[in-house]
């Protein structure tokens, strides 16, 4: 016969004495708030202390696990009812997550977060919600998420995933204890995500005013932390972030517009996919002039057509507080013109890594020009640059050139590592298990 699963009078140790019951009622709460919302409801048939222990947890967690079987009326009934009993104490944690598994087209899966909003409110504004994550994949109709539905004094963590934010800001003005922002494979159609207090900010995967032609501004002046990765639509225009420390960049495939012309977006006839960079009407910097003050920069492209970097350098900031600089082959395109500007404005630089595909260099044909068209008379003298590290899949003329500009620029050959990298080069970024270093 099948043992029987104890219930918690009967969890005893070997002493008889009921462990879990010796537990205060603070402590049995904190556990539950680790368990889906409708798992801890269930502990209420354990025992009669265990009846309204459910009713003052920590964390809300609708999250998928029995509910996915439930139609979406069953759903928003029970999540309603959870909300309506519910002692009314502040919640350290609101968690939303739901993936429809089989990816079916069906209305009633839009209709399963009909009131979605509405539990974040509750979360956010009644019960003072310190952390939020919202999390929806493969559900037709997003959850739409509004400035009014994020409103808190007490909102430390925000993450978003699968969110559509439509025609309004994205503003965290009322969320001023707010240091935390993720925002992943969500539809940003707006004019502007601010925030005075974020911190850290990632951006990933994420689609920003596709077809609509105009662009989002980014204002978060405390930021330490960014990260802008495999996005696209328009290009965002980011505000100056004076604390910023570390920065991490990678334009996707189709990210921001690439261009094929010979100019290499030098002309005006290339547009990004889904709109225009509106660089017609401003030779502004869109993305870098804001990046200016940071310390580490990284910046990377997986389609090396991509030319919102190139652009940017026409008005190229000075990078007065920039020690370590990673780029990749987008760099060396058409002419190295963006790796001589760059390293014009890094006056403190200490460290360089150049990364290449070869084999996914731009126009290979066009690109080879030699470093001669630079006056080396006008170049910057690096004073500060001791470490220069070029990983590539084999040295040919593209290294031999980058080595001829760095020269210039007082570095010396004792000064660069060319490391060979054998391993195939993935997600923008190199596997450095099989290296030859290279005197």
């Not at 009846?51 to 996915?68: C, D, E, F, N, Y």
């Given at each position: 016969m099948p043992k029987r699963r104890r219930t918690s009078e009967e969890a005893t140790d070997a002493s008889g004495e009921d462990l879990i019951s010796a537990l205060p009622d603070?402590?049995?709460?904190?556990?539950?708030?680790?368990?889906?919302?409708?798992?801890?409801?269930?502990?209420?048939?354990?025992?009669?202390?265990?009846?309204?222990?459910?009713?003052?947890?920590?964390?809300?967690?609708?999250?998928?696990?029995?509910?996915?079987?439930?139609?979406?009326?069953?759903?928003?009934?029970?999540?309603?009812?959870?909300?309506?009993?519910?002692?009314?104490?502040?919640?350290?944690?609101?968690?939303?997550?739901?993936?429809?598994?089989?990816?079916?087209?069906?209305?009633?899966?839009?209709?399963?977060?009909?009131?979605?909003?509405?539990?974040?409110?509750?979360?956010?504004?009644?019960?003072?919600?310190?952390?939020?994550?919202?999390?929806?994949?493969?559900?037709?109709?997003?959850?739409?998420?509004?400035?009014?539905?994020?409103?808190?004094?007490?909102?430390?963590?925000?993450?978003?995933?699968?969110?559509?934010?439509?025609?309004?800001s994205l503003d965290f003005s009322s969320c001023p204890a707010l240091e935390h922002l993720n925002l992943c494979s969500s539809a940003i159609y707006g004019p502007k995500i601010s925030s005075q207090s974020v911190r850290r900010l990632s951006i990933t995967q994420c689609e920003f005013n596709v077809n609509t032609g105009s662009r989002i501004c980014i204002s978060a002046p405390c930021l330490v932390y960014l990260q802008l990765a495999d996005v696209f639509g328009t290009a965002p225009l980011l505000e100056r972030m004076p604390l910023l420390v570390t920065t991490f960049i990678r334009l996707g495939h189709g990210g921001f517009g690439t261009c094929t012309h010979e100019a290499y977006g030098d002309c005006d006839e290339c547009f990004p996919y889904g709109g225009s960079f509106n660089y017609r009407d401003s030779n502004d910097s869109v993305l870098l002039q804001g990046l200016s003050g940071t310390t580490s920069l990284e910046l990377t492209t997986i389609d090396p057509d991509v030319f919102t970097f190139r652009k940017d350098l026409k008005q190229c900031p000075t990078f007065s507080m920039l020690k370590t600089l990673l780029l990749n082959e987008w760099c060396v395109a058409a002419d190295f013109g963006a790796l001589v500007n760059f390293l014009q404005c890094t006056p403190i630089l200490e460290k360089l890594i150049i990364q290449l595909r070869l084999e996914k260099l731009p126009r290979e044909n066009s690109m080879i020009e030699t470093y001669e068209s630079y006056n080396p008379a006008v170049q910057l003298v690096l004073k500060h640059l001791k470490e220069v590290e070029i990983k590539c899949h084999k040295e040919d003329e593209v290294v031999c050139q980058i080595v001829k500009i760095l020269s210039t620029f007082g570095v010396l050959s004792d000064q660069i590592d060319i490391q060979v990298i054998q391993k195939a080069y993935v997600s923008g970024s190199f596997s450095f298990e099989q290296t030859e270093i290279l005197d």
């Open positions: 603070a402590v049995l709460q904190v556990v539950l708030s680790f368990l889906p919302s409708d798992e801890t409801v269930r502990t209420c048939v354990l025992a009669r202390r265990w009846r309204h222990l459910w009713k003052s947890t920590p964390a809300l967690r609708i999250i998928q696990g029995v509910v996915m079987y439930w139609n979406a009326e069953e759903m928003n009934s029970f999540v309603n009812y959870l909300l309506l009993f519910r002692d009314r104490l502040p919640l350290d944690e609101c968690e939303i997550s739901y993936t429809n598994p089989y990816g079916l087209a069906n209305e009633e899966y839009s209709e399963i977060f009909r009131f979605a909003n509405m539990w974040i409110r509750y979360a956010v504004s009644l019960c003072q919600a310190q952390v939020l994550k919202v999390c929806i994949r493969n559900v037709p109709v997003y959850l739409m998420c509004g400035n009014s539905t994020l409103m808190s004094q007490f909102l430390r963590r925000v993450e978003l995933t699968g969110v559509n934010m439509w025609k309004h």
